[in-house]
T-cell receptor, first 116, second 112 residues
Framework: AQSVAQPEDQVNVAEGNPLTVKCTYS??????LFWYVQYPNRGLQFLLK??????LVKGSYGFEAEFNKSQTSFHLKKPSALVSDSALYFC??????????????FGGGTRLMVKP | ETGVTQTPRHLVMGMTNKKSLKCEQH?????MYWYKQSAKKPLELMFV???????ENNSVPSRFSPECPNSSHLFLHLHTLQPEDSALYLC???????????FGPGTRLTVL
């Protein structure tokens, strides 16, 4: 069975500094990987995805993620953090089920706190 | 927002009540999902519908009953819930041929 791990419950970073939110995965086939962000009292918003191709994926709000097959990682990064980036971030891996279709398995989430 | 709406946004109910959560997507997608988000657990997939047919029931108790009358609407009928069912219930949709799921804002459910 596939799984996703986000080893950090919370990441603290100062505004203007680079940020990294970690994600590792375990899948049986080729990984389809996603990052979502959740602001307070809101649903999840899609940030970016890796399906194939370039290992560095660029997404919304200046975020990017690097796919590393040998380390089975898909860490989320941003060169310069903003206070408004403070939110809950979820990594997910897609599994294609012949019956159910597109199914996502989510990590436990990492809370990002950006301080002024 | 993302084109997926959920009502109500907040719901408080007793254990003997019957209520329903509603989800509507305006994106032309053909797959819809119910997730449960609790404070201490990762997002849990509950149900999946593809082309209005339920294709996944992730060992969800029978006190949760989904309904998908058409590809744009999804309901979650609730009856005789337990306090541990209190959570944020998220609806999502996707297009079969694509990968991203688009989420609604959720319904915050409190069971007294």
């Amino acid at each position: 069975a596939q799984s996703v791990a986000q080893p950090e419950d919370q990441v603290n970073v100062a505004e203007g500094n680079p940020l990294t939110v970690k994600c590792t995965y375990s899948v049986s086939g080729n990984p389809y990987l996603f990052w979502y962000v959740q602001y307070p009292n809101r649903g999840l918003q899609f940030l970016l995805k890796y399906i194939t191709g370039d290992n560095l994926v660029k997404g919304s709000y200046g975020f990017e993620a690097e796919f590393n097959k040998s380390q089975t990682s898909f860490h989320l990064k941003k060169p310069s953090a903003l206070v408004s980036d403070s939110a809950l971030y979820f990594c997910a891996v897609r599994e294609w089920n012949n019956n159910a279709g597109n199914m996502l398995t989510f990590g436990g989430g990492t809370r990002l706190m950006v301080k002024p | 927002e993302t084109g997926v709406t959920q009502t109500p946004r907040h719901l408080v109910m007793g254990m003997t009540n019957k209520k329903s959560l509603k989800c509507e997507q305006h994106l032309g997608h053909n797959a819809m999902y119910w997730y449960k988000q609790s404070a201490k657990k990762p997002l849990e997939l509950m149900f999946v519908y593809n082309f209005k047919e339920q294709t996944e029931n992730n060992s969800v108790p029978s006190r949760f009953s989904p309904e998908c009358p058409n590809s744009s609407h999804l309901f979650l009928h609730l009856h005789t819930l337990q306090p541990e069912d209190s959570a944020l219930y998220l609806c999502a949709s996707s297009q079969e041929a694509e990968d991203e799921q688009f989420f609604g804002p959720g319904t915050r459910l409190t069971v007294l």
